[in-house]
């Protein structure tokens, strides 16, 4: 079984961090950084973002731009170092879209985990069979190989449910609608609820479902969303909370505390107004029924 490996995602954005502030302190633009540097503007821009590995050497050509201590630029140097260790998800590079890598590093270091959605079972809770039929549809020029090597990506991170060690809770909230729609025919269907009535019953999953009795909520206005929490180190090296939210054109991350807070709030609506945990799975095993007539 896979242990926790958080591969270069939280140092390349922790140091994408201080080296924001550290040109905010020196009231650089962007702009002006990229010319003192000779970068692209866009360059900088993912180094900040945290999109990218960056060498001690550019580290430091940085910091002294920016006019960081000599202790400042040894720590940031050594931060940079591990901005290029490779987590397992980066030997399906070929079959990862451009940011969700981004993503899946996030995932895996999480310590709690709040994901709601209206159409789709979530990747971390379907089978393959499920995952296969959705790939087929949003990726219809793919060849076997590839849609195979992308359902063994989504199967892959799973593990994140049931690994030994900081193996995080996580919650979910589904619409009704999810669990009546038949994606890939009935069969396919009951084996998929079956799973996931299955892992709801983990003592780190939390799964609660909205029945289409319930009226108006935040959600509806909202879309599907999840809001990301990070182990707390006690020190500024902590990951703050970011807000995943992904759609046709790409993927979107939101980490302002008054972005998390109001998704944060949004979850609380939809988890109270949803279903309880155990009512939940008996509709779960009542959909599963009906799949089966």
Not at 9 to 28: E, N, S, W
Not at 154 to 175: E, G
Not at 196 to 223: C, E, K
Not at 251 to 275: I, M
Request: negative net charge.
């Amino acid at each position: 079984m896979r242990e926790t490996t958080t591969g270069s995602t939280v140092p390349r954005r922790q140091l994408g961090r201080y080296l924001r502030d550290l040109r905010g302190r020196a009231r650089l633009t962007v702009r002006a950084a990229a010319a003192e540097l000779e970068w692209s503007e866009t360059k900088i821009w993912r180094i900040e973002t945290g999109q990218t590995p960056l060498r001690s050497l550019d580290t430091e050509a940085m910091c002294k731009i920016y006019g960081a201590s000599e202790e400042v630029t040894e720590y940031l140097k050594a931060l940079s170092k591990k901005t290029k260790e490779q987590g397992w998800w980066h030997g399906y590079g070929d079959v990862i879209p451009d940011g969700f890598g981004l993503y899946i590093g996030l995932e895996e270091a999480v310590s709690s985990m709040q994901c709601y959605e209206t159409a789709l079972i979530p990747g971390l809770f379907q089978t393959p069979d499920y995952s296969r039929m959705l790939i087929r549809e949003f990726k219809p020029d793919s060849t076997d190989d590839e849609i195979e090597r992308r359902v063994e990506l989504r199967t892959a991170r799973q593990a994140l449910l049931t690994r030994r060690t900081a193996r995080p809770s996580v919650s979910v909230v589904l619409n009704e609608g999810i669990l009546r729609r038949p994606v890939g025919g009935p069969q396919t269907m009951a084996h998929q609820l079956i799973h996931l009535a299955g892992l709801a019953q983990l003592d780190t999953v939390h799964l609660r479902v909205i029945p289409f009795s319930v009226g108006m909520y935040n959600g509806l206005i909202t879309g599907p969303f999840v809001i990301m929490h990070f182990p707390d180190s006690g020190t500024r090296d902590s990951e703050p909370p970011v807000v995943f939210i992904e759609h046709l054109a790409g993927e979107l991350f939101l980490d302002k505390s008054s972005e998390v807070a109001l998704y944060g709030t949004v979850f609380h609506n939809t988890w109270e107004v949803s279903l309880s945990e155990q009512d939940s799975l008996h509709l779960i095993h009542q959909a599963v029924k009906e799949f089966r007539q």
